[in-house]
């Protein structure tokens, strides 16, 4: 009787080589949409905190004779302070503790947060608030000079800080204008608004050299009106660039942009 000899076909090296190029091609194409889709996961992440954050803030207004908060803010003196701890119950973590959803104050693409020395992983906060100002330093609304009076110290007019108890009807980024003695706090039509709650910033802000937690295609900023042109050429238009979240108001509606920071040293109509 005669034996056959089975053999048992495989790839050759060329093959193996083949697609082995293949698949790294393959993951080559797939990478960037990954990083993308992972990136566009923690933005909507982000968004939606912000949207938690927001509406801890309008429960607390309605609860208080439609007053907003008067939060003030450890960290302007004390970077490393922790904005949640009790010895600084006028802090934005200790006012909003109830209202705002514990998991909502973290951004998972944050870069930076508070306490500032804290590991990338042990920050209890990674957003800013336009508070009053620093811990025992803010002054309520209800105390300043000139307010209701449309003139240079009213909080409406300067309308730098928002959290200082005011009744929320004033609750608005835009600068108020006298116009000609007539409707004294009437809503003007300044060139740019202030965010009310943003990402947290790397870098040297103030300077011109922020660095940004997320990149893709910024929003156009509808709101900045007269000064939109010089806007959008000091931020390099539009495109996908690096930029931030942040959440601005009018009264009681809100609007989340995803755009660039905005020095104010920088030309504005």
Not at 33 to 43: D, H, P, T
Not at 102 to 109: E, F, R, Y
Not at 134 to 142: E, M, R, S, W
């Amino acid at each position: 009787m005669f034996h056959r000899r089975r053999t048992c076909g495989g790839f050759t090296l060329i093959e193996l080589l083949v697609v082995i190029s293949v698949i790294a091609l393959l993951v080559s194409i797939l990478m960037p949409s990954l990083g993308r889709a992972r990136e566009n996961a923690k933005q909507l992440v982000c968004r939606n905190n912000l949207r938690n954050i927001w509406t801890g803030i309008l429960t607390y207004t309605y609860e208080n004779r439609d007053r907003v908060p008067f939060m003030e803010d450890v960290n302007i003196t004390d970077p490393n302070a922790d904005p949640f701890d009790p010895l600084y119950p006028t802090t934005v973590g200790r006012v909003l503790l109830d209202f705002v959803n514990p998991g909502s104050w973290t951004c998972p693409g944050a870069i930076a947060g508070f306490p500032a020395g804290a590991a990338e992983n042990e920050w209890t906060l990674t957003y800013t608030f336009s508070a009053a100002g620093a811990i025992g330093k803010g002054v309520p609304y209800d105390k300043a000079p000139g307010r209701n009076t449309g003139g240079p110290l009213d909080p409406a007019v300067s309308n730098y800080i928002h959290f200082d108890g005011r009744p929320i009807r004033l609750l608005d980024g835009r600068r108020y204008v006298q116009n000609g003695g007539i409707n004294e706090n009437e809503k003007g039509t300044w060139n740019v608004r202030r965010e009310i709650v943003a990402d947290a910033l790397a870098g040297e802000p103030m300077l011109g050299r922020p660095v940004y937690p997320h990149s893709g295609a910024l929003n156009r900023r509808l709101d900045l009106l007269k000064a939109r042109h010089q806007f959008e050429i000091n931020t390099n238009g539009t495109g996908v660039k690096s930029g931030y979240l942040e959440l601005h108001c009018d009264a009681e509606k809100a609007e989340i942009l995803f755009t660039r920071f905005w020095v104010p040293h920088w030309p504005r109509y």
